[in-house]
């Protein structure tokens, strides 16, 4: 099945819950990846990259039955992103990538390691106005 993702930077939670596979061309920093739930990934970097139990998202608009979502990532995956060295992301991102295999998702780890680093960066790009990192996914 094909999920398109995006990750990217809003000011707030009105302007992010207008963006999704129907407004694409929305100016924000943003970047885009396929064929993983990124809410069960969010859940596995937080415990992977901040070292804890992950908080978990926040949705902005709820999944309902048109397989469309829009949520929050927890400000301590956030921070641990900024923070963490590319040596970091990639050993997280190679635990990602087993810990995917395991549950069948099957996420490659150059992938994992592509993924990561540009989420770090829109981490960091987000860190500057203060502004919350937001991904929506579509997954039909």
Same mark, same amino acid.
């Given at each position: 099945m094909p999920i398109t993702v995006e990750f990217f930077v809003a &000011? +707030? /939670?009105? @302007? #992010?819950?207008?963006?999704?596979?129907?407004?694409r061309r929305h100016g924000f920093p943003s970047f885009a990846?396929?064929?993983?739930? &990124? +809410? /069960?990934? @969010? #859940?596995d970097w937080e415990v992977l990259?901040?070292?804890?139990?992950g908080t978990g998202s926040r949705d902005v608009v709820?999944?309902?039955? +048109?397989?469309?979502?829009?949520?929050q990532l927890p400000s301590g995956l956030c921070s641990a992103l900024?923070?963490?060295?590319?040596?970091?992301?990639?050993?997280?991102?190679?635990?990602?990538?087993?810990?995917?295999?395991v549950k069948d998702e099957g996420v490659p780890a150059e992938t994992?390691?592509?993924i990561l680093t540009e989420l770090a960066g829109l981490?960091?790009?987000a860190q500057g106005p203060r502004q919350p990192l937001?991904?929506?996914y579509f997954a039909p």
């Open positions: &000011p +707030d /939670d009105e @302007v #992010a819950a207008q963006v999704g596979p129907r407004q990846c396929a064929d993983f739930y &990124p +809410d /069960d990934a @969010v #859940a990259l901040a070292e804890g139990v709820p999944m309902k039955n +048109d397989g469309f979502t829009v949520f900024v923070q963490a060295s590319s040596g970091r992301l990639v050993e997280a991102a190679g635990a990602w990538a087993e810990l995917a295999a994992a390691v592509e981490a960091r790009t937001y991904c929506w």
